[in-house]
């Protein structure tokens, strides 16, 4: 089969690090690029085509756009994607609220051959496909809760555009922005929420966004989590804690392309209260190299070739952890109130 032809909109730290993702793969051809930075910049230096709106880039002859504008872009450059034929891969946050992603999923549903595809990249970390299977198998019971914590020193770190502390082009802060992929993850491995209650709070940094959400969360079959997704967390964290019925699953680390998460680990108990006295035999695995980037584009890549929905990252997926993080904003009354964020529903 021919290459598919592949378009960047936005073309940031994420928007390059895809682009070489998509130069290493057989099945993909980048074709374009666009970002307003690029200053009238005709090509790259492999002769790449440039474009400074993603209006102009979706004028090229392609077939695959992959989304990772700012927030206030990504729904509309989705939904032109879809309009004009195209497989679409966005990055997360799916949009800047529920009515802006019903939009994308209406139109998802008018082009049924079109692929959509949502960035929530944790799940192809080795860590967290571990972890699932051990869940899944249910060699350790069930899930009776989980702790997690997301964290970083600021809101806008590692060179990041100032947007990301703008409420009108984020949507939201820390939760929206990074916390995001945890909640994705607590629903990955507990299910649905059916009771949310929370704390928000500006109070350190002081922008019109959040830097601190703290979530008390019960799942469908009885499990509860804990989060908190931070801005105030000095030294970069992140860690989820798993407990099930005969042990726990424990994930330490992150790689990114910063390294300021540490190393990326999954411990693993099995414990038998009777004998251990607390102290179960642990088995810990480190995992060195982050395949995930090129095993998420593979996945949408299979979904094109295969003409259907991937595993993870499905439209379903992004409308689902969206609306767990606009419950954990509606849960706290004063942040409710002082942003009139609307009651996003129960899960159907």
């Not at 230096?45 to 709106?53: H, K, V």
Request: with cysteine; proline share 3%; hydrophobic share 40%.
């Amino acid at each position: 089969m021919a290459a598919l032809r592949v378009g960047i909109a936005g073309f940031g730290v994420v928007g390059k690090l895809r682009g070489e993702v998509v130069k290493r793969h057989p099945d993909l051809s980048l074709v374009a690029v666009c970002d307003k930075n690029l200053n009238g910049q005709q090509s790259l230096n492999d002769g790449t085509a440039c474009f400074s709106t993603y209006e102009e880039l979706l004028a090229c002859d392609l077939d695959v756009l992959l989304v990772c504008l700012s927030n206030d872009l990504t729904a509309d450059a989705t939904i032109a994607g879809l309009q004009k034929g195209l497989h679409v891969f966005s990055e997360k946050p799916p949009a800047r609220s529920l009515h802006e992603l019903q939009r994308v999923l209406d139109c998802e549903a008018a082009f049924p051959a079109q692929r959509l595809m949502y960035g929530f990249n944790h799940r192809y970390h080795d860590s967290v496909i571990e972890a699932l299977k051990i869940i899944r198998s249910r060699e350790l019971g069930e899930i009776i809760n989980m702790r997690g914590v997301y964290g970083k020193a600021k809101l806008i770190t590692f060179n990041q555009p100032s947007w990301r502390i703008d409420r009108n082009i984020a949507g939201g802060g820390v939760l929206l922005d990074q916390g995001i992929h945890m909640v994705d993850l607590m629903r990955l491995f507990a299910g649905d929420f059916v009771e949310v209650a929370s704390h928000i709070s500006n109070s350190h940094w002081g922008y019109d966004v959040e830097d601190n959400a703290y979530a008390l969360m019960r799942s469908k079959a009885g499990a509860v989590a804990l989060l908190n997704s931070s801005a105030t967390q000095w030294r970069h964290q992140f860690s989820l804690d798993i407990n099930l019925e005969g042990g726990s699953v424990v994930l330490r680390g992150i790689l990114t392309g910063s390294k300021s998460y540490g190393a990326e680990t999954l411990t693993v108990s099995r414990a038998d209260p009777d004998r251990d006295h607390g102290d179960p035999v642990e088995t810990t695995a480190t995992f060195n190299r982050d395949p995930s980037w090129e095993r998420e584009i593979d996945a949408f890549v299979s979904s094109i070739r295969s003409g259907t929905a991937p595993e993870h990252g499905t439209s379903f997926d992004a409308l689902e952890t969206l609306r767990l993080v606009f419950r954990i904003y509606y849960a706290d009354p004063q942040w409710r109130e002082r942003y009139s964020i609307a009651d996003p529903g129960w899960p159907q």
